[in-house]
């Protein structure tokens, strides 16, 4: 179907920020998406669409000259230590 129609593939979720290479190398993604994909959806759509030449540096992976290239790390807290606890 993605070779059918030119469809972009884009994956988020738990798995793919803890194995982004697996997720990107072992599907037909085009893009992964890590840690809190609402922090870099629009850059990648801008990117995608060619409005912007650059992907974010940090919480990406795609391939450049056919390899998997994935960001540094993605938008993921240090520690959960800090973040208030339900009351």
Not at 21 to 41: K, M, N, P, R
């Amino acid at each position: 179907m993605k070779s059918r129609q030119g469809s972009t593939v884009l994956l988020g979720g738990p798995h793919v920020t803890l194995d982004p290479h697996g997720s990107l190398t072992t599907t037909v993604a085009d893009f992964v998406l890590l840690g809190e994909a609402d922090l870099v959806i629009d850059p990648v759509l801008d990117h995608i669409d060619g409005r912007a030449a650059r992907l974010p540096e940090a919480g990406v992976g795609t391939y450049v000259r056919g390899e998997p290239v994935i960001g540094a790390g993605g938008h993921r807290p240090r520690s959960v230590d800090p973040a208030p606890a339900p009351e």
